[in-house]
T-cell receptor, first 112, second 114 residues
Framework: DAMVIQNPRYQVTQFGKPVTLSCSQT?????MYWYQQKSSQAPKLLFH???????NEADTPDNFQSRRPNTSFCFLDIRSPGLGDAAMYLC???????????FGSGTQLSVL | SQKIEQNSEALNIQEGKTATLTCNYT??????LQWYRQDPGRGPVFLLL?????KEKRKERLKVTFDTTLKQSLFHITASQPADSATYLC?????????????FGAGTRLFVKA
């Protein structure tokens, strides 16, 4: 039944060690988003894709990269995680109009 | 750039009362405004969407209003229940290359006491 699936739910990495978070969807939506959310803060948009068109937010650090190999999958790569990158990472999909977003359960990233 | 302001203080109410949460935005009026519920450690879940030409939208015990003059949306939960305890996020569309993107406020935490 899950429509937006994020793996893993919890990820622990070491300072500076690259990590990849994954997201898949069964909704066939053409828009996919990655948000970063820290405790008691707003989800902060990192990037989004309209189909294969990649849109990077101006304040997203270069340390964060994303890949969308096909409609169903999207990846978030953190090349050299710092302690400040510890957060919940949320993937969401949308149909491309002004409609609701469907979120995954998120990946809680810890950086040691 | 657009800013979304929600009351950062938690709202505590008694079961059965109406909860009212506020969302203010600072810049242009969006064409659409949405409300989401988020439980601890989970992703947000969509609740309601209201368009700029709609004054009010209802769904079961939920009601949303949208005042483009005040740049404000109010979110009401009537006959509140302890199960309504969660964080409620306001979201709106902002322009982006290729279309629109959705940006969020920090949310207001609601506690409903039995």
């Amino acid at each position: 039944d899950a429509m937006v699936i994020q793996n893993p739910r919890y990820q622990v990495t070491q300072f500076g060690k690259p990590v990849t978070l994954s997201c898949s969807q069964t909704l066939n939506h053409n828009v996919m988003y990655w948000y970063q959310q820290k405790s008691s803060q707003a989800p902060k948009l990192l990037f989004h894709y309209y189909d294969k068109d990649f849109n990077n937010e101006a304040d997203t650090p270069d340390n964060f990269q994303s890949r969308r190999p096909n409609t169903s999958f999207c990846f978030l790569d953190i090349r050299s995680p710092g302690l400040g990158d510890a957060a919940m990472y949320l993937c969401a999909t949308g149909s491309g109009g002004h409609e609701k977003l469907f979120f995954g359960s998120g990946t809680q990233l810890s950086v040691l | 750039s657009q800013k979304i302001e929600q009351n950062s203080e938690a709202l505590n109410i008694q079961e059965g009362k109406t909860a009212t949460l506020t969302c203010n935005y600072t810049n242009y009026s969006p064409a659409y405004l949405q409300w989401y519920r988020q439980d601890p450690g989970r992703g947000p879940v969509f609740l309601l969407l209201i368009r700029e030409n709609e004054k009010e939208k209802r769904k079961e015990r939920l009601k949303v209003t949208f005042d483009t003059t005040l740049k404000q949306s109010l979110f009401h939960i009537t006959a509140s229940q302890p199960a309504d305890s969660a964080t409620y996020l306001c979201a709106l569309d902002a322009p982006s290359t290729g279309g629109f993107k959705t940006i969020f406020g920090a949310g207001t935490r609601l506690f409903v006491k039995a």
